[in-house]
């Protein structure tokens, strides 16, 4: 929900925030969670202050932790790079 700045200063999270890459806990709070009259503030937090400031090159990289990992599974590294380079001069 708050995010630690480059200046140790505290705001609120933004989409282009870089997180820990397994972190799965809740950005905002569900709206029956606080009062009503507070209600609005989800609203413009989802469409003014959240939405990215920049284009973040590296977004979804952490998603890609473990991606393919079966396909190479019980396969030795060696072996496998001894296998490629077979023919080369």
Not at 38 to 48: N, S
Request: aromatic share 14%; proline share 7%.
């Amino acid at each position: 929900m708050l995010y630690e700045t480059t200046r140790g200063r505290r705001r609120l999270f933004r989409n282009s925030d870089q997180g820990h890459p397994r972190r799965e806990g809740k950005i905002t709070p569900k709206p029956d969670e606080i009062p009503e009259p507070y209600r609005y503030l989800l609203d413009w937090y989802k469409t003014e202050f959240a939405q990215s400031q920049k284009e973040d090159w590296l977004s979804g990289i952490f998603e890609m932790a473990g991606a393919g990992k079966d396909l190479y599974a019980g396969t030795d590294p060696d072996a496998y790079v001894r296998q490629l380079r077979e023919g080369w001069e």
